[in-house]
């Protein structure tokens, strides 16, 4: 997909799903690859938290700050234009109070251009989520495994398994779409509990992250789906393309042509003539 395409809407992302067609979501952190994804027919995009992990080599996502958040949103929105982009609420930027979580979406969508914010967690977070929209910023919902109570939850694991939590994902999945959430986000929840939310969502999305085919689209970490991080290879994402293999070859060829001497080659560097170079020399 080359050609300029129009501005996503929310109108056209519900269109896409009342169609019965799966809503593509990518996390993205930055100008290049952001233009790749837009020009890749990517409907939305996720400027995760888990750029704390990906791209600052945290173990976790909690360090991750308001300004960090800021900086990598505005890059993404400069490289995809035309593409739906999220901001995700890095952790304590919506926790202490409704107006603390309003001015921090206030800043993704003034600051760095967003389409809309995300924030983890069910009915305790309602309040916050009503303020937000109520300011006026299409707001989604995060449930499942959510990174940043991953201490809370006994580590990055399946969530929902068994029927008594898997009835309390369900009723926070509507208490956030009464409280106005346009889309939530079910991470590492059995398939069966995700058809259920997405079959009882009124006027909400719902999207899987390795939580099966029955939601109206689907998240991926880009650079699990690359072969970008080092550290492990979870089970819910599929390498696309092994980019992270290319990157390394390409990186040994060049230290290797650079310690031989056969880089840079004469058509990699530029010269001068030898008129002012000899009067260069007569300077001197």
Do not use: H
């Given at each position: 997909m080359t050609e300029q395409r129009k501005k996503?809407?929310?109108?056209?992302?519900?269109?896409k799903a009342a169609e019965g067609k799966p809503i593509t979501w990518l996390t993205c952190y930055d100008y290049p690859t952001a233009y790749l994804q837009e020009q890749a027919g990517v409907d939305m995009i996720l400027v995760g938290d888990s750029l704390g992990m990906t791209m600052l080599g945290y173990d976790s996502t909690l360090p991750v700050t308001m300004d960090d958040m800021i900086r990598h949103s505005a890059a993404v929105r400069r490289g995809a234009p035309n593409?739906?982009?999220?901001?995700?609420?890095?952790?304590?930027?919506?926790?202490?109070?409704?107006?603390?979580?309003?001015?921090?979406?206030?800043?993704?969508?003034?600051?760095?251009?967003?389409?809309?914010?995300?924030?983890?967690?069910?009915?305790?977070?309602?309040?916050?989520?009503?303020?937000?929209?109520d300011a006026?910023?299409?707001t989604i919902g995060h449930l499942g495994l959510t990174?940043?109570?991953?201490?809370?939850?006994?580590?990055?694991?399946?969530?929902?398994?068994?029927?008594?939590?898997?009835?309390?994902?369900?009723?926070?999945?509507?208490?956030?779409?009464?409280?106005?959430?346009?889309?939530?986000?079910?991470?590492?929840?059995?398939?069966?509990?995700?058809?259920?939310?997405?079959?009882?969502?009124k006027n909400c999305l719902i999207m899987s992250l390795g939580s099966g085919l029955d939601a109206h689209g689907q998240l991926l970490i880009y650079h699990d789906a690359f072969a970008l991080y080092p550290k492990f290879k979870p089970r819910m994402a599929k390498v696309f393309a092994d980019a992270g293999s290319v990157i390394r070859q390409g990186?040994?060829?060049?230290?290797?042509?650079?310690?031989?001497?056969?880089?840079?080659a004469p058509e990699n560097w530029f010269g001068?003539?030898?008129?002012e170079y000899n009067e260069l020399l007569s300077m001197l």
């Open positions: 996503l809407t929310l109108p056209g992302l519900f269109k593409t739906w982009v999220v901001g995700d609420m890095p952790y304590m930027s919506y926790q202490p109070s409704n107006e603390t979580a309003v001015r921090s979406a206030g800043r993704f969508m003034a600051e760095a251009g967003c389409d809309s914010i995300k924030l983890e967690g069910g009915a305790a977070v309602c309040d916050r989520i009503r303020a937000i929209v006026g910023i299409p990174p940043q109570s991953v201490s809370s939850l006994g580590g990055f694991r399946l969530q929902g398994k068994s029927a008594a939590t898997a009835k309390k994902i369900l009723d926070d999945a509507k208490a956030l779409e009464e409280a106005g959430a346009f889309m939530i986000l079910l991470e590492l929840v059995p398939d069966r509990l995700c058809k259920l939310v997405t079959e009882r969502a990186l040994e060829a060049y230290v290797k042509e650079v310690t031989e001497k056969t880089f840079p001068m003539t030898d008129d």
